[in-house]
């Protein structure tokens, strides 16, 4: 039998039952429809989560200072006004001369002030470092240009604001070469950089921070100038001082596959330098490791829901196939008598399975990718609508119904053709 | 006689259910003619179905020869049988078992369909036999939009379609009025002057003298075959 007639007789078959091709469409369609959904958002979730690894650099290894609670039983120190903690100078030296492959070592001091522009003011993390910064941390300049080697030699009181507290700061003005206040001690603007989503380490303890760049860069040694290693900081008890030397350490290696060996290296120093563990190691390349083990495990959960949904979708097709083989088992030894060979019917409920599910597949496309749309625009998860999710979705579908109708199918065209033409 | 279209040796055909078996034809030998208009009748429960079903090939016997034009069947495939079923094989049945989704054009089609013939030339064989039934204002209905008598013509005319060699029919007037039926008759009448080799099952004796042949059943065996004098020449 010629395919074209036989695709127009089982589209005036399926036309008998309107009502239940439509219901059983409904069950592939939402079959579709939620792989596609979920591929998509483990799609999202999972570009989401390179972007923000990748941002940290996979070349670097991040160090951090961690304040860990003073242990009680120690009387003298319980009650100490001073805290002293974390990454310290001598680490740095180091960590510069111990470490293999090491191309950069960008220390940071990040502390919270407030900063003050005319009547302007507001608190934010200021970010005492050296020029290389910039590069390490691939930012983007918007306007004038970052610190430079000069400003460290001398002292400089200069500084660079980020993007959005440029904005918010120096509405209506340009910022390059406006006096900006950091507590107290007088800055001049030289440069306006970019947006942290082009590029921008972490400043709190969270890995990272999203949003836009509202910080403060000053070089380093003016800081330390102006204000040495002591920071007061005022908690609920009063006011507690704080010596840090430097809060955060970024160690930039040359190649990916040294990595490791210089983390090593890392661990080993700093443990010979600290009695307590007042530091973090963040190693980003093991995050993207991780990352990708659990967007593993994230896509054989959602694959297994979704193949679980296509298989309910393929049992109503069933269903739906063996009623409507049993309903038509005149027809069937009609068309024996009348000359068709098992094949013919087999082919003849394959191609109504087939249309009920490639109809239902593509409908389920359709809503399917605008589900994670609608995801995206209401909760603001990112959501990525990939060719491969539709192409999977869509075969996986369509192979799940011909499976499940072949038996149907089956069914029908063994039928004894006497009994089939008496049945009533 | 001539060449026989149909040749039955001690034909044997048994229904096993389960520990019951019902023989329904009993060692059968029965030669129709190229061309020849033979008639079956026996009370309910005879053979007459069963035998009309080995005839089309939609059944195996369970013991005996087929020759259908010379050829024996016993050992052919399903999909062969289809093939004889779809070429050589007419079937006229009492409850027209018309396609009840498909229209007059495209039952009578069905039989071209598994044929693999282009469309437009199964339209027009279709309209052409149509039209010779006297459907031809009738061609976009569907069968439940036809009368009795309708529905008999477009089973008649789908049996002609593939011009098969032998025309089978099992009280194709079973469920007609006696007026509707005798123009069904007429129109078999015709058919068999055509040169048609037809095989019908009737109950109706008044039915019986149009044949040139009348077979009487009596509980799966043949008690008379005789030549019909009275039948037209
Ligand atoms: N599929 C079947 N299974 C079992 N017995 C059958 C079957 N078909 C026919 N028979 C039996 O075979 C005998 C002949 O039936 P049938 O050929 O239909 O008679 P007729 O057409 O002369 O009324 C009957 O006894 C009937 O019960
Ligand atoms: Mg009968």
New binding site residues.
């Given amino acids: 039998m010629r395919p074209e007639r036989m695709v127009k007789l089982a589209v005036k078959n399926l036309g008998q039952y309107k009502l239940r091709a439509g219901l059983t469409m409904l069950g592939i369609i939402f079959g579709v429809c939620s792989v596609v959904a979920m591929l998509s958002v483990g799609e999202g979730a999972n570009r989401e989560i390179q972007e923000k690894i990748q941002r940290l650099g996979s070349k670097n290894i991040l160090l951090k200072s961690v304040k860990v609670p003073q242990e009680e039983g120690d009387n003298a120190s319980s009650r100490r006004m001073l805290a002293r903690y974390g990454l310290t100078y001598v680490d740095a030296e180091e960590l510069s001369r111990d470490v293999p492959n090491l191309v950069a070592s960008t220390p940071m001091k990040i502390l919270r002030f407030d900063v003050q522009y005319k009547a302007r003011r507001l608190q934010t993390d200021v970010v005492a470092t050296t020029p290389w910064y910039l590069r390490v941390q691939n930012h983007r300049m918007v306007r004038g240009r970052f610190l430079a080697g000069a400003d460290m030699e001398f002292g400089s009181p200069v500084c660079v604001v980020g993007s959005r507290l440029a904005r918010i700061l120096f509405a209506g003005y340009d910022p390059i070469g406006q006096t900006l206040s950091i507590d107290g001690d007088a800055y001049t603007v030289v440069g306006v950089v970019g947006d942290i989503a082009q590029g921008e380490v972490a400043t709190s303890n969270e890995l990272w921070l999203e949003g836009e760049n509202q910080n403060v860069y000053i070089p380093l040694r003016t800081y330390l100038q102006k204000r040495g290693d002591l920071f007061a900081q005022w908690s609920q008890g009063g006011s507690t001082f704080e010596q840090v030397e430097l809060h955060e350490l970024i160690l930039t290696i040359d190649h990916q596959e040294n990595v490791v060996r210089a983390v090593d290296a890392v661990r080993r120093v700093l443990k010979k330098n600290h009695a307590k563990e007042d530091f973090s190691v963040v190693v980003p390349l093991e995050l993207i490791r991780q990352a990708r083990e659990t967007r593993r495990l994230f896509n054989i959960v959602l694959g297994s829901i979704a193949a679980i949904s296509l298989i309910v979708g393929g049992i109503g097709i069933m269903n739906i196939m063996l009623a409507t083989v049993s309903e038509r088992t005149r027809e069937i030894g009609i068309r024996r008598a009348l000359g068709a060979r098992r094949r013919d019917i087999v082919l003849q409920f394959l191609t109504e399975t087939l249309i009920l599910s490639i109809s239902g597949g593509v409908v389920g496309l359709l809503f399917g990718a605008l589900i994670p749309m609608a995801i995206t625009a209401l909760t603001g998860v990112k959501t990525v609508l990939t060719f491969p999710a539709f192409a999977i979705a869509f075969l996986v579908s369509v192979t799940v119904s011909v499976v499940f109708g072949i038996y149907p199918a089956r069914r029908a065209a063994l039928m004894d053709p ?2 089939a033409l008496r049945h009533e | 006689m001539s060449e026989p279209i149909v040749e039955l040796r001690r034909a044997v055909k048994e ?1 096993v ?1 389960g520990a019951l078996r ?1 023989t ?1 034809l009993r060692g059968i030998d029965l030669r129709i003619g190229a061309g020849e208009y033979a008639v079956v009748m ?1 009370a ?7 035998l009309l079903n080995l005839l089309g090939c939609l059944d195996h016997l369970s013991s005996g020869d087929y020759l259908l034009g010379g050829q024996s069947v016993a050992n052919l495939s399903d999909a062969e049988l289809s093939e004889i079923r779809s070429r050589r094989i007419g079937f006229i049945f009492q409850s027209y078992n018309l396609i009840p989704q498909l229209n007059v054009l495209e039952n009578i089609e069905v039989p071209l369909f598994y044929q693999g013939v282009h469309e437009a030339e199964a339209r027009d064989r279709a309209q052409a036999l149509a039209a010779r039934m006297g459907l031809s204002d009738r061609l976009r209905h569907k069968p439940m939009e036809l009368s009795g008598g309708q529905q008999q013509r477009v089973a008649i005319a789908r049996s002609l379609v593939c011009d098969p060699i032998l025309m089978l029919a099992d009280e194709p007037t079973g469920n007609l009025d006696s007026k509707t039926g005798h123009e069904i008759l007429e129109l078999i009448d015709e058919l068999h002057a055509e040169g048609k080799t037809i095989v019908m099952v009737t109950h109706d004796d008044d039915i019986a003298h149009r044949a040139q042949r009348v077979v009487r ?1 009596l509980d799966g065996q043949i008690v008379s075959n005789e030549r019909n004098g009275a039948a037209r020449p």
């Fill in positions: 006497i009994e | 229904y259910l019902v329904a026996g309910s429960g005879s053979g007459k179905s069963t059943f």
